[in-house]
């Protein structure tokens, strides 16, 4: 079994930063990958980046691109997301996953395991 805990969200004005982490327990990460979604109200999850555990190879959805930057630290068992240029349309309840291999995939169900999400706000 695996727990995810996000943590790091909040209020930010637009063209604001923050920094998301996601810290792993229960299993080593290391034939895992990380990756990190997004819901709105009304909206359904979407993929908004992922890392490759082994070979620290990301991917990123093209609305975040040249923004937001997937990370991990492999001693801590912690994923980050350090989000750049935030607009109001980010705002979202973000969600940290993981999923066993090494491919990075965007669909919500390839995933097997699931943090409690935290809430993004962006101000206009």
């Known amino acids: 079994q695996v727990q995810l805990v996000e943590s790091g969200g909040g209020l930010v004005q637009a063209g604001g930063s923050l920094r998301l982490s996601c810290a792993a327990s229960?299993?080593?990460?290391?034939?895992?990958?990380g990756g990190w979604f997004r819901q709105a109200p009304g909206k359904e999850r979407a993929f908004v980046a992922g890392?490759?555990?082994?070979?620290?190879?990301?991917r990123y959805a093209d609305y975040v691109k040249g923004r937001f930057t997937i990370s991990r630290d492999n001693a801590k068992n912690t994923v980050y997301l350090q989000m750049n240029s935030l607009k109001p349309e980010d705002t979202a309840v973000y969600y940290c996953?993981?999923?066993?291999?090494?491919?990075?995939?965007?669909?919500?169900?390839?995933?097997?395991?699931w943090g409690q999400g935290t809430q993004v706000t962006v101000s206009s």
């Open positions: 996953a993981a999923r066993p291999g090494s491919v990075v995939t965007t669909t919500p169900i390839g995933y097997d395991y």
């Open positions: 229960g299993r080593t990460f290391s034939r895992y990958t």
């Open positions: 890392i490759n555990w082994i070979d620290g190879s990301t």
